[in-house]
């Protein structure tokens, strides 16, 4: 599933260069995860390292975007495909 920045965010700002899809940017109040972007570093790391990185435990998997492992793979393989 994707992930989910809660409003507990402080906007350290450390989370989004982190993020090897591009898939958070700065919100109106705070950090957001765009969902069609996040594989939750599936086929990039072995954790996601927002989470690594979040100095305040505000990032959750989003219950309104559940994924499974494979999912996320597939999700990885579509956004990293070279344009033909």
């Given amino acids: 599933m994707s992930l989910l920045i809660t409003d507990e965010c ?3 700002d450390v989370c989004e260069p982190e993020c090897p899809n591009g898939a958070i940017s700065q919100g109106e109040e705070i ?7 996040c594989t939750e570093c599936v086929g990039h790391f072995e954790t996601s390292q927002c989470v690594e990185v979040c100095p305040v ?3 959750i998997p989003d219950p309104e975007h559940r994924e499974s492992k494979d999912q996320l793979q ?3 393989l579509a956004l990293t495909k070279p344009a033909a």
């Fill in 10 to 12: 402080i906007n350290c």
């Fill in 31 to 37: 950090y957001q995860i765009d969902p069609n972007l």
């Fill in 57 to 59: 435990d505000c990032i």
């Fill in 74 to 76: 597939q999700k990885y």
